[in-house]
């Protein structure tokens, strides 16, 4: 790890100052990729700016239904909030499917959102990686590349976002709330991260100085329908080959609104609104569902070792939704 | 992190970097004054500075458990945190865990269960232990596993590890002595 200097924030817009004036300033909060990237020399900052102690650690519910996650509320405070088990179980599920207890405990919501790839050539200093050092090259494409993206990749990377949490708030449209220095946004979630393009250093369009202060989830929570499911190497503890975010609405046998997200597969949680649309008004049967994962990966391009992923998608995706319309009892 | 290409890297300014900074933990019960650089873990600071050694170092990137610690009640892993951002805090290691000379409950089942072979990952795998049990959300094997799997033992003592946190939790119900 490099030695750098060392602040505390006491407000958010004195934070969004710090970084917008000093731009070898970042943001820490619950530390738990951040740090472990600096001692991998991935990340090198000249000074943190410790913002755990500003005021956004509290989940409100919103006038219109919703429900609002504060950035500095932790992954485990936010799984267990009895609003978030009661009306967005998917949300619920997610988060406790990632990662450990002991780092559910200081990882925060804000924070979900920003961590990194744990591509292995990103983390290996001693490999190119476009992601980490712009223009030296992927080592991934020719490379291992079991853990890597089917879906929306570049010739610059095939880097995959390690999520759980943001599979299920893009599944929930939820809302992005951040402050800069020119006032406040509200950022759709499918606009918040990006794809690889020529860019893949740049994993979200969070301005440089920008800070994330909450999460918005819409009152739509699909708590009657839903699944998240999780394929990995062991049965816990392990980041997504691919995993499945399913929200349904249904009257009767009869879907009338389908969201489906894919993490593990892409630079961003992946959704096709045009596949989902297929289920709309039609009777849950699996010729259904695999019709609907035929089309989500009719696109997708595997790099040798993760072609496998293209045909366990499609499966997952049906799995997903056999257990959220109860076709299938949950795993 | 960000928009920004590689935080830090690009200009790399010539902050006048504070050798140390005088923090206090309430550790293990006692106020306990320290002068960390910013860049210390808190696991360093507990082992190299404060002699409590009995949290481990492993992995040191938060994938083993072994340097787990409760923070304000809570299991955390120390190696990926800074001593600097803990100011105050109240820190639990596994030397803090006896209480007057008696072994905390989950301590005395470890060693009924005979639930280590090297020991290595075990003060992590008790304090998560106790954090677990605080939570109260592991009530079948099933969940104790799941919210164990945090914690890593190389010597595969794992239904050991289970049968001893079973125990400890009867314990605490009350259902059997101690």
Not at chain 1, 83 to 106: C, D, F, K, T
Not at chain 2, 53 to 82: E, F, P
Request: aromatic letters at 6%; one cysteine or more.
């Amino acid at each position: 790890m490099n030695s750098f200097s060392y602040t505390r924030a006491t407000d958010v817009a004195s934070a969004v100052h710090e970084i917008a004036t000093d731009r070898a300033a970042v943001f820490i909060a619950g530390g738990t990729n951040l740090i472990d990237l600096m001692k991998e020399n991935v990340a090198r900052p000249d000074r943190l700016v410790d913002i755990t102690r500003l005021p956004l650690n509290r989940i409100e519910e919103l006038g219109d239904g919703g429900l609002r996650l504060g950035a500095l509320v932790t992954n485990t405070d936010t799984a267990y909030n009895e609003h978030v088990e009661r009306r967005y179980p998917l949300l619920s599920r997610a988060i406790l499917a990632g990662a450990s207890p002991q780092l559910r405990n200081m990882a925060t919501d804000g924070g979900n959102l920003l961590q990194r790839t744990r591509c292995y050539y990103f983390y290996d200093t001693a490999t190119p990686c476009n992601k980490r050092e712009p223009g030296t090259g992927c080592s991934a494409i020719d490379g291992f590349n079991r853990m890597h993206a089917i879906l929306g990749t570049s010739d610059q990377c095939i880097a995959v976002h390690p999520s759980d949490m943001c599979v299920a708030l893009a599944a929930l449209n939820a809302v992005v709330r951040v402050t800069g220095e020119r006032g406040d946004r509200a950022i759709p979630f499918a606009d918040f991260h990006r794809l690889p393009g020529e860019t893949p250093s740049v994993d979200t369009n969070l301005g440089a100085d920008e800070i994330i202060t909450a999460i918005d989830l819409p009152a739509k929570g699909f708590a009657d329908h839903y699944a998240y499911l999780k394929v990995r190497d062991r049965t816990s503890y392990a980041f997504a080959l691919v995993s499945v975010a399913a929200a349904l609405e249904m009257d009767g046998d009869t879907i009338t609104e389908a969201r489906l997200a894919l993490g593990g597969v892409a630079h961003k949680p992946w959704r096709n609104t045009d596949a989902e649309a297929m289920l709309n008004g039609v009777n849950a049967t699996k010729d259904h569902f695999e019709a609907v994962g035929e089309a989500i990966v009719r696109d997708a391009k595997g790099f040798g070792h993760n072609t496998f992923k293209i045909v366990l998608a499609k499966r997952a995706i049906v799995r997903a939704l056999q257990y959220a319309t109860r076709m299938e009892p949950k795993a | 992190m960000d928009s920004r290409p590689a935080a830090g890297v690009a200009s790399r300014s010539p902050a006048k970097l504070p050798t140390t900074c005088a923090i206090t933990l309430d550790l293990n019960g006692a106020a306990t004054k320290l002068d960390v650089a910013p860049w210390t873990t808190l696991l360093d600071a507990l082992r190299e500075y404060l002699d409590l050694t009995g949290t481990k170092k492993g992995c040191d990137h938060g994938q083993c458990g072994a340097c787990t610690v409760l923070v304000d009640g809570k299991r955390i892993n120390s190696c990926l945190t800074l001593a600097i951002m803990h100011d105050g805090a109240a820190v639990t290691t596994i030397e803090g865990l006896s209480k007057e000379g008696a072994l905390h409950p989950v301590q005395q089942a470890f060693i009924d269960h005979d639930a280590f072979q090297c020991g290595y990952c075990t003060p992590g795998q008790i304090c998560s232990a106790v954090g677990l049990m605080r939570e109260g959300r592991a009530k079948t094997p099933d969940e104790i596993r799941e919210l164990m799997s945090g914690n890593i033992c190389r010597c595969g003592a794992y239904p050991n590890i289970l049968a001893a946190i079973q125990q400890a939790m009867k314990v605490a119900e009350g259902s059997v002595k101690p």
